[in-house]
């Protein structure tokens, strides 16, 4: 089993920059495709940007393109996610998540909560 802890949210400016972390325990962090995923009031929950877990491949939505950037400590067993240039359209919950299969995420952390004010 798989164990997911967010941190790093909270409450910025337009144009601020955050950074947050993912904690994993349970199973090996190089052997877990990684994601970032939010939902903000009243959408859906919309993926961010992922990294698989061989090489290390990125994806990132047309919506954080150029502003947030995924990567992970795997001696850490830590994923983050560094959000640049923040507008107040990114408030929402962020969550992480991890799965086996590429595409897949079988485990989600509990969200972090991230406002940013106009």
């Known amino acids: 089993q798989v164990q997911l802890v967010e941190s790093g949210g909270g409450l910025v400016q337009a144009g601020d920059s955050l950074r947050l972390s993912c904690k994993a325990s349970?199973?090996?962090?190089?052997?877990?495709?990684m994601g970032w995923f939010r939902q903000g009031p009243g959408k859906e929950r919309e993926l961010l940007a992922r990294?698989?877990?061989?090489?290390?491949?990125?994806y990132y939505a047309d919506s954080v393109k150029g502003r947030f950037t995924i990567s992970r400590d795997n001696a850490k067993t830590t994923l983050y996610l560094q959000m640049n240039s923040l507008k107040s359209e990114d408030t929402a919950i962020y969550y992480c998540?991890?799965?086996?299969?590429?595409?897949?995420?079988?485990?989600w952390g509990q969200g972090t909560q991230v406002t940013v004010s106009s």
């Open positions: 998540a991890a799965g086996v299969l590429a595409g897949q995420y079988n485990y």
């Open positions: 349970g199973r090996t962090l190089s052997t877990l495709h």
């Open positions: 990294t698989s877990r061989n090489f290390g491949a990125t």
